[in-house]
């Protein structure tokens, strides 16, 4: 019987061998393209050369613009279709008929049909210029001829894997809308003060006290910390804040905040694909050749969004080779896999970056609803409804329906247990019950795809500025440099225009409005003549990282919830320092500079929290290791693990006890704003717990409390010794796969999908941002998602590097393979020019018609 046993369980693991091998031999290399030699491609009408250096970056050669764009489309159809494909699905809000009954999956679905994205990009085709569309349709075209006679299998190994779950349709073919609606998940995570405006409300449902709200959302100090353009405070525009205590009355507290609850609760079930929540960010800054070592501009850029894998960016060149009326484009940068052009780089006359500019295009509006009625100034009118069914893949469909107002959906009540309307205490039928609906730019049709492809064809300052008339969602900055020797910053976007209105409620956008009274509808959209912008500045540099535009009261008003400046005044600094030394500023200076990992918030804190007694033994063994610290978050250092953990404490002890779980302290530079100002009023009663009855506790008990908290969580996490420490153990990013990533995959495939975990430098609102979030732990969730450097004098000295790869292929070679160099603080040589371009070549792919 031992021996059956033994042989029986020999024979069960030989088989799991096998099936391993076949699955890792097999079936995760079948999907890998053919990226040298020849193919033959339906639709092309000429020859199309695409060259792929030693990280597998495609550049694209071709004689005509159709030519150019359905390359593109089929070489990214190589390399991501899988990752298109799951977008489309999240944006058309179609996830579960990929990935099967899947309780979140449905969810999103439900959220994403509520707002009504695909709807949206559909009518924006009918706004689009002619050679958008164009390009749109051969881009469509070119992922369509990849896809032809290719089985699922053959396309990406998680149809394979999720097969095997499920039973799947073959991939539809790609349509433009497929790319215009990628657009909305673009503006989607990059909205504006969304969280802000739902946190105010939410906060004063525990604290029930505005000018304690206003404590947690400190205006912008920008002596202190520069806006982007130059200039002195001027009377005008301030933040307005509800200071009216009817605020409650006219709004209704309990049923306000059920409403904002169940709203906020909804739309945070959509899957977040480019990067939200406070610590995303991106900086940007350029400077003239008249501080340069080559007398040229430099431009540098690195969007601090969500790190994943793949990468949300893929590397591309996209080349005429002869640029004239029938191919306009000659442009190399950063893409969106799924969308044609190029959203980041440089042409040969022009380099640009973008960076969030953080403007309010959100509102929501606390309706008053009765029935299928709401109520609009007095009069009860009626909903606008619609049916939505969402097919779920091995199960049966799920139907919802929904309700709009004139300013947008209904997104309370929009998953299962929220409410849609919430009844207020000792309402009646003439007052109604709340409910949220959303006023958002990006459910109105624009022409944000008009504007990438005049960017990428763009070459002076004039065409920036006519292109961003055109690029209405999300609001940007955009930073940008001629090989002329011309910098400039321009603020594009559709920023809502609203009205003062007297009364309890605040009517600049950063509360909940009354929806039942018109006086509070958005009054357009400012002039794009009006918004900010600046060529050739005198300080001969320009710094864009989220920052406020522009001193307050000066300009059209944008919002009052910037980033509040503490990562774009270091870059300030840094600069001025070589400007001041006259030394000039070079590509490994705008590189070393992208990883400056110096730490504003130790810089607040660290002098008081060195004043403190906790004795001289254990506990204070981590303070000492303050008073050595150069405030780097290095990964080895000790001194940076101590503080994180500090830091983490102070916000616990300090705010968990009065505002609710869903807006827990980040640690963000928000965060750091407030607790400098309560650090000049130590009995200030955020400091006290309200949980410990009979007593009230201080600044110092609390700052105490938290240093000696941190020594022993630390100790327990790294061990007694303090030398042992190191913020990189603490401070790890674990990339996973975002439909095989999960638990529910088996452990193998995920440690194929899933690359190993990284240590990393960093913190939010520093310059190297690889946020984490302190409610949550101390992993890295946010950070460079790429990094640039563009050198104007000779384009191809500048050097780029991505987060992961530019394949989705967890089989290729360059699935991860940048993923070391970005940890590290690497970059890779950026080719531009067709002899550089064939100087990197490794692999040429001749593409025939």
Same mark, same amino acid.
Not at 283 to 289: I, P
Not at 337 to 346: E, L, Q, R
């Given at each position: 019987?031992?021996?059956?046993?033994?042989?029986?369980?020999?024979?069960?693991?030989?088989?799991?061998?096998?099936?391993? @091998?076949?699955?890792?031999?097999?079936?995760?290399?079948?999907?890998?393209?053919?990226?040298?030699?020849?193919?033959? $491609?339906?639709?092309?009408? !000429?020859?199309?050369?695409? +060259?792929?250096?030693?990280?597998?970056?495609?550049?694209?050669?071709?004689?005509?613009?159709? &030519?150019?764009?359905?390359?593109?489309?089929?070489?990214?159809?190589?390399?991501?279709?899988?990752?298109?494909?799951?977008?489309?699905?999240? @944006?058309?809000?179609?996830?579960?008929?990929?990935?099967?009954?899947?309780?979140?999956?449905?969810?999103?679905?439900?959220? =994403?049909?509520?707002?009504?994205? *695909?709807?949206?990009?559909?009518?924006?085709?009918?706004?689009?210029?002619?050679?958008?569309?164009?390009?749109?349709?051969?881009?469509?075209?070119?992922?369509?001829?990849?896809?032809?006679? *290719?089985?699922?299998?053959?396309?990406?190994?998680?149809?394979?894997?999720?097969?095997?779950?499920?039973?799947?349709?073959?991939?539809? +073919?790609?349509?433009?809308?497929?790319?215009?609606?990628?657009?909305?998940?673009?503006?989607?995570?990059?909205?504006?003060?969304?969280?802000?405006?739902?946190?105010?409300?939410?906060?004063?449902?525990?604290?029930?006290?505005?000018?304690?709200?206003?404590?947690?959302?400190?205006?912008?100090?920008?002596?202190?910390?520069?806006?982007?353009?130059?200039?002195?405070?001027?009377?005008?525009?301030?933040?307005?804040?509800?200071?009216?205590?009817?605020?409650? &009355?006219?709004?209704?507290?309990?049923?306000?905040?059920?409403?904002?609850?169940?709203?906020?609760?909804?739309?945070?079930?959509?899957?977040?694909?480019?990067?939200?929540?406070?610590?995303?960010?991106?900086?940007?800054?350029?400077?003239?050749?008249?501080?340069?070592?080559?007398?040229?501009?430099?431009?540098?850029?690195?969007?601090?969004?969500?790190?994943?894998?793949?990468?949300?960016?893929?590397?591309?060149?996209?080349?005429?080779?002869?640029?004239?009326?029938?191919?306009?484009?000659?442009?190399?940068?950063?893409?969106?896999?799924?969308?044609?052009?190029?959203?980041?780089?440089?042409?040969?006359?022009?380099?640009?970056?973008?960076?969030?500019?953080?403007?309010?295009?959100?509102?929501?509006?606390?309706?008053?609803?009765?029935?299928? %009625?709401?109520?609009?100034?007095?009069?009860? $009118?009626?909903?606008?409804?619609?049916?939505?069914?969402?097919?779920?893949?091995?199960?049966?469909?799920? @139907?919802?329906?929904?309700?709009?107002?004139?300013?947008?959906?209904?997104?309370?009540?929009?998953?299962?247990?929220?409410?849609?309307?919430?009844?207020?205490?000792?309402?009646?039928?003439?007052?109604?019950?709340?409910?949220?609906?959303?006023?958002?730019?990006?459910?109105?049709?624009?022409?944000?795809?008009?504007?990438?492809?005049?960017?990428?064809?763009?070459?002076?300052?004039?065409?920036?500025?006519?292109?961003?008339?055109?690029?209405?969602?999300?609001?940007?900055?955009?930073?940008?440099?001629?090989?002329?020797?011309?910098?400039?910053?321009?603020?594009?976007?559709?920023?809502?225009?609203?009205?003062?209105?007297?009364?309890?409620?605040?009517? %600049?956008?950063?509360?909940?409005?009354?929806?039942?009274?018109?006086?509070?509808?958005?009054?357009?959209?400012?002039?794009?003549?009006?918004?900010?912008?600046?060529?050739?500045?005198?300080?001969?540099?320009?710094?864009?990282?989220?920052?406020?535009?522009?001193?307050?009261?000066?300009?059209?008003?944008?919002?009052?919830?910037?980033?509040?400046?503490?990562?774009?005044?270091?870059?300030?600094?840094?600069?001025?320092?070589?400007?001041?030394?006259?030394?000039?500023?070079?590509?490994?200076?705008?590189?070393?500079?992208?990883?400056?990992?110096?730490?504003?918030?130790?810089?607040?804190?660290?002098?008081?929290?060195?004043?403190? %007694?906790?004795?001289?033994?254990?506990?204070?063994?981590?303070?000492?290791?303050?008073?050595?610290?150069?405030?780097?978050?290095?990964?080895?250092?000790?001194?940076?693990?101590?503080?994180?953990?500090? #830091?983490?404490?102070?916000?616990?002890?300090?705010?968990?006890?009065?505002?609710?779980?869903?807006?827990?302290?980040?640690?963000?530079?928000?965060?750091?704003?407030?607790?400098?100002?309560?650090?000049?009023?130590?009995? %200030?009663?955020?400091?006290?717990?309200?949980?410990?009855?009979?007593?009230?506790?201080?600044?110092?008990?609390?700052?105490?409390?938290?240093?000696?908290?941190?020594?022993?969580?630390?100790?327990?996490?790294?061990?007694? +010794?303090?030398?042992?420490?190191?913020?990189? +153990?603490?401070?790890?990013?674990?990339?996973?796969?975002?439909?095989?990533?999960?638990?529910?995959?088996?452990?193998?495939?995920?440690?194929?999908?899933?690359?190993?975990?990284?240590?990393?430098?960093?913190?939010?609102?520093?310059?190297?941002?690889?946020?984490?979030?302190?409610?949550?732990?101390?992993?890295?969730?946010?950070?460079?998602?790429?990094?640039?450097?563009?050198?104007?004098?000779?384009?191809? *000295?500048?050097? #780029?590097?991505?987060?992961?790869?530019?394949?989705?292929?967890?089989?290729?070679?360059?699935?991860?393979?940048?993923?070391?160099? #970005?940890?590290?603080?690497? =970059?890779?040589?950026?080719?531009?020019?067709?002899?550089?371009?064939? !100087?990197?070549?490794?692999?040429?792919?001749?593409?025939?018609?």
């Amino acid at each position: 019987m031992l021996r059956v046993g033994v042989t029986t369980v020999a024979v069960v693991v030989v088989l799991a061998l096998v099936a391993v @091998t076949v699955f890792s031999v097999v079936v995760l290399r079948r999907p890998l393209p053919t990226t040298d030699g020849s193919l033959d $491609v339906a639709g092309l009408e !000429s020859q199309v050369t695409v +060259r792929r250096d030693a990280q597998g970056v495609p550049d694209v050669y071709a004689s005509s613009d159709h &030519d150019l764009f359905m390359a593109q489309g089929y070489v990214q159809a190589q390399d991501r279709f899988f990752e298109m494909d799951y977008r489309r699905h999240v @944006t058309a809000g179609r996830l579960a008929e990929l990935v099967g009954d899947v309780p979140e999956a449905i969810d999103a679905d439900k959220v =994403t049909r509520t707002l009504g994205w *695909r709807h949206v990009a559909q009518q924006e085709w009918d706004l689009l210029d002619d050679s958008t569309k164009a390009n749109l349709q051969s881009y469509a075209q070119g992922v369509n001829a990849y896809l032809d006679g *290719r089985s699922m299998g053959e396309t990406a190994v998680e149809y394979t894997v999720l097969g095997m779950q499920v039973d799947l349709d073959d991939p539809e +073919r790609w349509d433009p809308v497929d790319s215009l609606a990628w657009l909305k998940a673009m503006a989607w995570d990059l909205r504006g003060n969304y969280d802000d405006e739902l946190d105010r409300a939410l906060s004063y449902s525990t604290l029930r006290d505005v000018d304690k709200v206003d404590e947690l959302f400190p205006q912008y100090d920008g002596v202190a910390n520069a806006p982007i353009l130059d200039g002195t405070d001027v009377a005008g525009a301030s933040a307005t804040s509800a200071r009216d205590a009817g605020i409650s &009355d006219d709004l209704g507290t309990h049923a306000l905040t059920s409403a904002v609850s169940s709203a906020e609760k909804a739309l945070a079930a959509i899957p977040e694909l480019v990067g939200r929540g406070d610590a995303s960010g991106s900086n940007s800054w350029v400077v003239a050749g008249e501080h340069t070592a080559s007398g040229k501009p430099l431009l540098a850029n690195d969007p601090h969004l969500a790190l994943g894998v793949p990468s949300i960016w893929a590397q591309v060149g996209l080349h005429c080779t002869s640029v004239g009326p029938d191919c306009g484009y000659d442009v190399s940068g950063f893409s969106f896999a799924g969308f044609p052009g190029v959203m980041i780089g440089h042409n040969g006359q022009l380099a640009w970056g973008l960076t969030n500019m953080g403007a309010d295009v959100t509102d929501f509006f606390v309706e008053r609803v009765q029935g299928e %009625d709401y109520l609009r100034d007095g009069k009860w $009118v009626p909903l606008e409804t619609r049916k939505e069914t969402i097919r779920v893949a091995g199960s049966d469909p799920v @139907t919802i329906d929904v309700r709009s107002t004139v300013h947008g959906p209904i997104v309370s009540g929009a998953l299962d247990g929220t409410d849609a309307a919430v009844r207020a205490p000792g309402s009646d039928e003439q007052i109604g019950d709340r409910a949220v609906s959303l006023r958002w730019t990006a459910l109105d049709p624009g022409h944000t795809a008009d504007a990438v492809f005049a960017i990428d064809r763009s070459s002076t300052a004039h065409d920036i500025r006519a292109a961003a008339k055109q690029f209405d969602v999300p609001a940007q900055n955009i930073v940008f440099a001629t090989v002329d020797g011309d910098i400039g910053y321009q603020a594009p976007g559709k920023v809502p225009v609203r009205r003062t209105v007297a009364g309890p409620v605040p009517s %600049d956008g950063s509360w909940p409005r009354p929806g039942w009274d018109s006086r509070y509808d958005w009054q357009g959209y400012v002039d794009p003549d009006d918004m900010p912008r600046v060529v050739d500045p005198a300080e001969g540099f320009l710094v864009a990282a989220n920052q406020a535009v522009e001193p307050r009261g000066r300009g059209p008003f944008l919002t009052n919830d910037w980033d509040y400046g503490y990562r774009s005044q270091r870059i300030r600094t840094l600069l001025q320092k070589e400007v001041d030394a006259k030394r000039p500023v070079s590509v490994a200076t705008m590189q070393q500079m992208q990883l400056d990992d110096w730490s504003p918030f130790a810089d607040a804190l660290v002098p008081t929290l060195l004043k403190l %007694d906790i004795g001289h033994g254990f506990d204070a063994d981590g303070q000492k290791l303050l008073a050595s610290w150069d405030y780097r978050t290095d990964e080895d250092s000790s001194a940076a693990a101590y503080f994180a953990a500090v #830091w983490r404490n102070i916000l616990q002890l300090t705010f968990w006890d009065d505002v609710p779980a869903s807006m827990r302290p980040s640690g963000d530079s928000r965060w750091l704003a407030v607790v400098q100002g309560l650090m000049e009023k130590p009995r %200030d009663a955020f400091w006290d717990d309200r949980t410990t009855l009979g007593l009230v506790e201080t600044r110092d008990e609390v700052l105490k409390k938290a240093m000696v908290t941190a020594r022993l969580e630390l100790t327990t996490e790294l061990g007694k +010794r303090t030398d042992d420490w190191d913020w990189g +153990r603490l401070h790890q990013l674990s990339l996973k796969h975002p439909v095989l990533g999960g638990d529910a995959t088996p452990t193998f495939v995920r440690g194929i999908v899933n690359p190993d975990a990284v240590q990393l430098p960093g913190s939010p609102s520093v310059v190297d941002a690889i946020g984490w979030d302190a409610a949550e732990g101390f992993a890295a969730t946010t950070g460079p998602s790429m990094r640039m450097v563009v050198d104007l004098g000779d384009l191809d *000295r500048s050097s #780029w590097v991505t987060v992961t790869g530019v394949s989705g292929h967890p089989a290729s070679d360059h699935y991860t393979d940048q993923l070391e160099a #970005w940890a590290n603080g690497k =970059t890779f040589a950026w080719p531009f020019g067709r002899e550089a371009v064939a !100087s990197a070549t490794d692999d040429t792919l001749v593409l025939e018609p």
